[in-house]
């Protein structure tokens, strides 16, 4: 891809940056959506059905299977070059801040040093009465995670539905956003609230806004740059057209 040589000369000088990535980045893994990952046995139900503290409440030895089933999905799921980019782009600019929506950890396995999760980490867990986060667990009986704790429910470490995101993670997007000089948004949406007022933040306070995804969004319009494509494709062109090397990964 040609790139503007605005583009360039903007990403060669920047200092501060942020990067918003969503379910298109995950997708070039190999990853299916959140929505469009129900096969087989888990066909029959909706979204809201497998993920909401009703639904644990109600029945957590389902919810409990699912999130079982769609981490070992995810096991054999591997980062794509433009996870590696934003790695290579985080060690070119001194202020960088990666923030995702998604919950699989293929940023953290790419060999990116901090992320701020806004919907938290399938391949973590938590209590259910807030006795704290686990990466290891124990099955009860029933086959449901215990917490070695206090013996209750554990429950996966992910926004549900109906849930506010963690208040520090969301706070700490938000004032990196407003102090970014350029902000990337990659691979989402630019729907779901409150991650898509973020670029808007770094817009109002001057920031220069690009982003790249497959299709145009809402956020399109108020963008300085669109790069329509594959962000595993555009990020590494991207990089080397900035600080002339090639991405391996």
């Known amino acids: 891809m040609k790139f503007p040589n605005e583009l360039i000369s903007l990403l060669a000088s920047v200092q501060w940056m942020a990067a918003l990535t969503g379910a298109g980045a995950s997708q070039e893994s190999g990853l299916r959506t959140f929505r469009d990952g129900q096969s087989g046995l888990w066909s029959q139900y909706k979204p809201e059905e497998l993920a ?10 389902l919810i409990w299977d699912w999130y079982a089933w769609r981490r070992e999905a995810i096991k054999g799921v591997r980062p794509n ?28 396995m790419a060999g990116s ?23 290891d667990w ?11 704790k206090c013996g209750g429910f554990l429950r996966p470490d992910v926004v549900w539905f109906g849930e506010e995101l963690p208040r520090a ?9 407003r102090k970014c000089e350029v902000f990337l948004s990659i ?21 220069r806004i690009i982003e790249i995804n497959v299709e145009p969004t809402p956020l399109t319009p108020k963008t ?26």
């Open 138 to 148: 124990e099955e009860g009986p029933d086959g449901i995670g215990l917490c070695p």
């Open 169 to 177: 993670y969301l706070a700490a997007a938000f004032e990196a956003s």
């Open 52 to 61: 909401s503290p009703e639904a644990f409440q109600r029945n957590p030895k």
């Open 224 to 249: 300085d740059h669109f790069l329509q494509g594959k962000s595993g494709e555009i990020l590494p062109e991207l990089f080397a057209a900035v600080w002339n090397r090639q991405i391996r990964g």
């Open 187 to 207: 691979g989402t949406s630019s729907i779901v609230q409150p991650a898509a007022a973020l670029p808007y933040a770094a817009r109002n306070r001057g920031a």
């Open 113 to 135: 040093p901090e992320v701020i999760e806004l919907h938290g980490n399938i391949h973590r867990v938590r209590c259910v009465r807030g006795d704290g986060v686990a990466g």
């Open 81 to 108: 070059p433009g996870h590696y980019a934003l790695v290579q782009i985080s060690r070119k600019v001194p202020g960088f801040t990666l923030i995702t929506q998604n919950v699989d950890g293929l940023h953290a």
